[in-house]
C-alpha cells in the first residue's frame, strides 16, 4: 500500500489542478536529485481501519474497493464528511500532495482540502468518474509563518450521490541532496519570548548539527545581528508597529534554511478611559451549574446522572431520578481541563481550594465507597438513625482534591434525598445559595441564565414543542441533566434573583409552547420581587447552526412561511444569505429571521398579559438578539416588525448581541504579551464606526431602542491546545483587567451603548476558553477581570461622603454623577435634605443635555420640550427653595418618560392606591404611571402625594428614569 506513482504525462496531470492553483503548485516529475520523505498523513493508506479519520458523517472505512492492500475509506451514495488534524509542516519547504480515488455507480462531487495553519490550504478536486482508480497530485511550498506549533488538518467532502472510494493519501516533503545538508544546520521555530513598546525578545530551536554556528537575525528582510546563542533581544522599535522576523544560520559557508516568519506587533499604550464608572450598566452571565461558580450550599443539587457502581450504565430511578438500586455519582470535578486524560492545559494547573469536612445525608442505608482512588477522601461518622431512616456521615476533601466520585452499596432498593452539605455550612440546609456566590454577584444589577437553563441544544424536533411540565423541578434528583431534562428550576432562578436582588435575564426555550410561556410568567410574577425587572430573550443564538435552536426555528419559519404568510412579507435578503443554498433560500432565512422577531412579540404579549399592559418594557423587557456580524439582518427584523405589527418600540425594549474581542490574529506561537497586543487591537477594530458593533448601537438609536450585548468580553477560546499557556496566562494578567476595562468602556458604554452582559461570572480556564471574571469565588475576588468590571460599576466608590455604600439610594446617586447630572460639590449629597425646586430645576436642565447628547447635537423636538415640560409639571411655587411634593415629581418624570421613550401608560389605574384620594386632581394619572414603571413606589399602597420628596427619593427616581432615556 505504499507505492507512489509519479504520472509522466503533464497535459494528463494538469486536468487535476484545482483553479486556484498557483505556479508553486505545478506538478514536475521526479529526478535523480529529489528525495521524498516520509508520508506526513497518520494512517494515509487506511491499513490501520479509522485511527485518526473520524466517522464524522457516512464514513466506512474498511475491506472492498481499495487501491491496493485491503482497506480503504469509503463513503456510500449521498454526502458524507471526514477529516483528520495532525502535525506541522516545515516553512519554506516544497512537499508534495495525493490520492487515489474511484468514483462508482454515479457523478463525480468531491475533494480534499489540506489546510495549513490559520489561512493556507490546497485541496485534491476528485473529477473522473469511470470507475476505476484515479490519482490526483500537486506540489506546494508550505508557508513561511508555519511553527511546530502549527496544525494541518485534511477534510474530506464528498456530496454527489455515487459511491465514493479513497486510499493512499500522501503528503511528503521533497528535497534536493543539497537541501538535505541545509537542513541538518536550519535553525526553527522563531518566536518572541516577551515584547514592549521598543522591543523585541526573540528565540529559537537549535539545529541538530549545533556546534560551530554562526545566526544572523533578520527585520523585515533586512539582517540587524549575529549571535552564536539562541536568543536575540531586537530593541530601537516603535510602539505600535508590527515587525517581521527571521534567523538563518551559517556553518563553514554553508546557509541554512531560514526559520519561519515571526510576525511580531510592539505593544501600545492603552488610550485613557472616557469615563471612570458605568453604575448599573454591566450584568453578568452565569455559567452552567455545577462548575466553578459553586453555587449552592448543598453540592448534591448538582450531583451528576446516577450510574451501576461499576460505572458501566445508567441505573433505575424513580419519577424523581433517585436510585432504586446500588449506584454510584459524581458529586462535582473541579479538577483542570484535561486532567482526566493526563493532558493539562493550565501550566500551573490551578485547582480551587475545596477542602474540608462536607456533611453527607440521605434516606436509607448504604455501604459508601471511592470509585477513583486517584482522589481520595475519608470518610468517618456514618450512623444510621432508624425513626427518620436516614444516614449521615462526614466526607472529607484533602487539599488539592477536586474529584468525589462516590458508591451506594449495599442498599435496599436504593437512596433518595441525598445531601452535601459543603464545609462551613450546616447539615440543616439552612441554606439555599453559598455566601461566596452571592457576594461575588453584588456589583451586577442583572443576570443572565442562558447557561443556568441550558438554553442551547435543549429543544425536540420540529414541530414537537417543551411543555410546562417538561421543565426541571426543585424536587429532581440533580439540577443537572438527568433522563433527559436539563436547564435549572425556574424556582431556584427566582430565589437566587430575590436572595442577591438583581434583575434577571432569562431565554425562553426555542420549542416552548404559548403555555409554557403562560405559565412561566404566572409564576414569576406569583414568585418574583416585583420590584426586579425581566429581560426576556428568545432562546439563545438562534442565528447559529452550532445550536440545536437554529435548525428548530429554521424548520418552523419554512413549515409557516410561504406565500400568502406573514414571515413571507417584506423580505430583504442579505448579503451573507447564499443564493446557491437550494435547502435553505435566501428568501427562506429572511421567513427565519422574521419569526424570531415574531416570537419575541408573542412572548413578550403573553407577559404583558399576565403582568398588566402597562408592564411591557416597563418590568418585562423583551430584547431582540443576534449576531454582531450582520447588522442589515436586525434591519431586516425591525422594518417586518414595523410594518406588521407597529413601531418595534412598542414590542423590543433592546436590540442585543455578543461582541467579544478575541485574540485570533495572535500567531500560534504568540507570547502571553502578543496575544494581548492582538486582543487590544481587536477591541480597537471593534470600536470603529463601521464595525457592527457600532452599527447597531445607531440602528437602535434610529428605533427608539436601547443597544445592549447579550454576552461579550475577552475570547481566546476556541478547543485548541495550541499555545494555550500563554493564552491563559494572558487572562490572568494585569493589562487583561485594563483590557477589559477598555472594551466594555471606551469601545461600548461611552459610544451610547447601554448595557453590557459579562460572559461569564466564574469558569475555569483551558482551551475551551478563559471566560469567568474569576475562577475562584473561594479563593476571593482579586482577579483582574473581576476588579476591573467593580471598578467601573463603582463598586467601591463613593463621591458623597454622606451616601456610602449600602445606602437604599447609593447605586442611584452614583449612576446620576457618573453621568453628570449631579457633581460632588463639596462632597455630601444631604440625602435626607427635602429636594428644592431651584434643585430639580438644575437636575431637569442636566437632564435636557445628557438628553440631548443622547439623541444627537440637533436632539429632537420631543427631546427638547421634554425636560422644561418635567420642570413646569413639577413646579407648583414660585419661590426655587420650595420643596418639591412626591406628586409633582411624578407629574415631571411621567413628562419626560412619555416624550423621551415615545411610549404611554395605557392603565395606570391597574395601581391600587389607600391615599389615592389625596391625589391633586389630574395627577393621579402621572402618579399610578409613575409606580408603574419603577421610578417610584407606594409603600403598602400609600403614596404620600402631598410629601415633600427627600433628594435622596428623587435620586432613585431620576435614576430610573435616566436608565428609560438613555
Sequence with gaps: MNKRIR????????????????????????????????????????????????????????QGGQHEGVMALKITGGFGVSGLDFGALEPGRMYRFGAWYKYENGEAGGNLKLTLGKSFSRQLDFNETDGSYHYAEIEFTAPEELTKLSNSNLTLVKWSNSDFYLDDVMLQKVSTAEELRKEAISPSFLHSIDNTETRVDLAWDAPQEKDGLTYTVYRDGKPIGQTSGVTYAADGLQAGQAYAFKVAAEKEGLLSFPTNTAA?????????????????????????????????????????AWSKPDGSAVVKTDADGWPLEDAATVFFDHRPVAAWLNEIDDPERRIPDISGTYKLSFKGKAVLGNMDPSSPFTIANQRYDEASGTTTADITLPQGGGLLYVSFTQTVGGVRDVKLMRPGYSADGGELFTREFVQALQPFGTLRFMDWLSTNNNNPSYPASTEWQDRKKPTDATQLEQNGTKGVAWEYLIALANEAHKDIWINIPAAASDDYVRELAMLLKEKLDPQLAIYVEYSNEVWNDLFSQQAYNKAAAIAEGGAGSDLSRYVMTSYFDDPNDASYAPEQR??????????????????????????????????????????????????????????????????????????????????????????????????????????????????????FTYEGGPDSGGGSTINVANRIAAHRSERMGDLVTYDIGNNFLAKDGDMFMY????????????????????????????????????????????????????????????????????????????????????????????????????????AAASVPAMQAAAGGSGSSHAAVSRERLAAGLMRVYEAETGRTIKHPDAVRLQDGKQVSDGALASVEGAIVTGMMTADEGRFRPKASVSRAEAAVALAKLLGYIR
Design 7 to 62: 504520472m509522466a504525462v503533464l497535459a494528463t496531470l494538469l486536468l487535476l489542478m484545482p483553479v486556484n492553483a498557483t505556479a508553486l503548485d505545478a506538478f514536475a516529475d521526479a529526478t535523480a536529485n529529489e528525495t521524498y520523505g516520509a508520508n506526513l498523513v497518520p494512517n494515509g493508506d487506511f491499513e490501520s481501519g479509522d485511527i485518526a479519520w473520524p466517522n464524522w458523517t457516512n464514513i466506512a472505512i474498511g
Design 264 to 304: 511580531v506587533q510592539t505593544s501600545t499604550p492603552l488610550p485613557a478611559l472616557t469615563k471612570a464608572i458605568y453604575p448599573g450598566q454591566i450584568g453578568v452571565g452565569l455559567e452552567g451549574i455545577g462548575g466553578r461558580g459553586f453555587e449552592f450550599a448543598d453540592a448534591a443539587k448538582t450531583l451528576r
Design 590 to 707: 429572511s421567513w427565519a429571521r422574521h419569526r424570531v422577531a415574531k416570537r419575541v412579540v408573542d412572548i413578550g404579549r403573553t407577559f404583558q398579559s399576565v403582568f398588566g399592559e402597562d408592564a411591557l418594557n416597563t418590568r418585562i423587557r423583551p430584547v431582540l438578539s443576534w449576531f454582531v456580524l450582520f447588522p442589515d439582518q436586525y434591519e431586516d427584523m425591525l422594518n417586518w416588525v414595523d410594518k406588521t405589527y407597529g413601531d418595534p418600540r412598542n414590542f423590543f425594549y433592546a436590540i442585543a448581541t455578543a461582541p467579544y474581542f478575541n485574540s485570533s490574529e495572535a500567531s500560534d506561537a504568540a507570547s502571553k504579551t502578543e496575544v494581548l497586543t492582538a486582543m487590544q487591537a481587536d477591541s480597537a477594530r471593534r470600536g470603529l464606526p463601521e464595525d457592527g458593533k457600532m452599527k447597531l448601537i445607531d440602528l437602535a438609536a434610529q428605533y427608539g431602542l436601547h443597544s
Design 759 to 862: 460572559f461569564t461570572l466564574t469558569s475555569g480556564y483551558s482551551r475551551y476558553g478563559m471566560w469567568g471574571a474569576t475562577e475562584d469565588l473561594f479563593g476571593g475576588l482579586q482577579t483582574p477581570k473581576y476588579r476591573a468590571l467593580e471598578s467601573m460599576l463603582g463598586t467601591n466608590a463613593e463621591p458623597f461622603s454622606d451616601v456610602p455604600a449600602g445606602h437604599f439610594a447609593s447605586e442611584a446617586v452614583k449612576t446620576l454623577y457618573a453621568n453628570g447630572i449631579v457633581g460632588s460639590g463639596d462632597g455630601r449629597f444631604q440625602p435626607n435634605k427635602a429636594l428644592e425646586a431651584g434643585e430639580l430645576d438644575d437636575l431637569s436642565a442636566k437632564l435636557s443635555r445628557f438628553a440631548d447628547a443622547r439623541n444627537g447635537a440637533e436632539g429632537t423636538a420631543d
